[in-house]
Structures are given as C-alpha cells and as structure tokens.
C-alpha cells in the first residue's frame, strides 16, 4: 500500500562534478572551485572535491588555506551559467518523476514528495534519471519528514541512499550533537549547551517551557520539533519569490578612503537596481554589508522614505550607513543589498 514519503536528493560534489565533465583528466584529483581560480586571490571555495575534501578543504574556505591544505589541488573560477544550466535539467528531471512534488532548495538540492510503496526503489529511479539526463551523481535521503529526509542524505553520501524516519530516529540520531541537527549551528548549540542540552536526544526530551524562556515562543518549539525530527512531511512547490536582490563583492586590494567605498558601493547598487527592475518591485530598505580588514564583519538596514529604483538613492543610502560606523579601518568586502516591497497579495 503506498504512503506518503519525502526525499531529499543533493547532487554529489556538484560545481566539481560539472567542472569534470569538461575536465575528466581530473577525475581523481583534488580539485577546488572557487572564485576566479586564483588561490592567491582573496576569494573562498566554493566546492571541493571528495579527494580535496580529505585534506580538510571546505566550502567557504579562504583560497589561500585551501592551497595550503592541499597543494595539488587544481584551482579552477566559478562558471554560473554553466552550473545553472545544469541545475535546471536536474529540476526538470525530478519534476518528471510520475507524481512528485519538488520542492527546489538550491540549485543542486531538492525535496521532493512521492506517494509509493517502496521508496528505496523511488529514490534509485530518481538518482538514474539524472544521471542519465546529466552525466551527474546525487544522492537521496529518504524520510517521513523534511528533517529526516534532509539529515539522511548525508548517511548516504556519495552516491548513495539512507532512509530515516521515527522508527530510527533516535537509534541513528539520539546520541549526536544538536549541531547534528539541519538548522543548529555552532552558535545555537553553545546556547543549547548553557541550559543542559548536548545531544539531540536531549533535544527531544527538552521541557517546552524551557526552551521557551531561553529561545522565545517561536524558536523554542521549534528546536523542539527539531530534536524528535518532525515538523513538514510534505513538500511546496509553490515558486519561491524573491525578498530581496544582493550583490557583494571581496576586493583584492582594501578599500582606503571614503572615496573608494563610494565609487564601490555606487557599483555594487547599479547591479542591485538592475536585478529588482526584471522583479518589477521597487526597493524599500537597503542593507549594507562590510567587512573590515582583518575580518570584522557589520550589517546596517535602513528603510527608505519611499521605495526607488534610484541608483543614487541606493548607494547613498548605503554610503550614510557606513559613515555612520565611523570606522577607519580599510575595507575587504562590501555588500549591498535591495529589499523589496512585497508583491500584490503579498509573499
């Protein structure tokens, strides 16, 4: 008899994976993408391969550390286009699967809702699909809920299947960190930690009331639910609509005088305009992201008198929230970031 059921299939290793198609003399190298390519450059990694991985390469890795943990690496510059034509026929052929419900987390990511009877079987035909559709592994996690299904992926990986669900949950999970947890950062689990809480079985056995006090009447529950697995069991393909369009840029040589982050930030707000005129939705709030040297990082958020699609409104707006830090530090990164007013009926 069928029943409902979620997998989560993530593509393996997937700006890599793509990258070898072009490249298969690297196939079994250490291979690392990110930024232009250039591990000299000030620039993070974007994906790495399983052989780099084992040299403890990671995604968000500075280029530079990434060289030195693996010096045989092979550098090669993030190619978008490319990654997003793949990760549209990926959509599309889990899309095609007879029933199914995808909801799209990113573009090598996706939950996607089946009614069978034999979901290990499901998730093999999901996985051949693709690659017969793109020359691509991914592997799937199998669950009664989207935590499970998202946590199982990992067990399965590469290439592979793992399946969680309530009868194991506690058996695979109860013994881990929260940060086990998808959604528990580091930063949660100290805050977890101060009130007795370690694992993820002390997770699901936390007094409500308590998770309350320390996390409000939202987050609280929340973790909660987290900790036994539950929440959503069943994906939305509702299209996702953007809140907001970004650009960031790290430069290779610190920004010095108020000058140079105005002509910066000038840029960095043309692009953003540009991206919120094809949504049709003007800006209503701005938020800054700056970085000084050496690494401390600020966000500011300032709504707009009245929405725009002004380029100078935007990046003067930004400007002000920098001086208004009134630090003289010399800057590595600058963000800028457009919110937009909410479309008709709302998100």
Known sequence: MSRHWVLHVDMDQFLVAVELLRRPELVGKPVVVGGRGDPTERAVVSTASYEARAHGVRSGLALKIARRRSPDAVFLPVDFPVYEEASARVMETLRATPGAVVEVLGWDEAFVGVETDDPLATARSIQAAVLEATDLHCSVGIGDTLVRAKIATDFGKPQGTFQLTRDNWMEVMGHRPTTALWGVGTRIGKRLEVIGIRTVADLAGADEEALVAAFGPSNGPHLGRLGRGGGRAHPDDTPWVARAHGRETTYQSDLTTAEEVLAALTELAARVVDDVRKEERAVQRVHLKIRFAPFFTFTRIRKLPE?????????????????????????????????????????
């Open 307 to 347: 929405p725009t699609y002004d380029v100078d409104v935007v990046a003067r707006t930004a400007y002000e929230l920098y001086l208004a830090l009134d630090d003289p530090r010399p800057v590595r990164l600058l963000g800028v970031r457009g919110e937009m007013v909410p479309p008709e009926g709302g998100y």
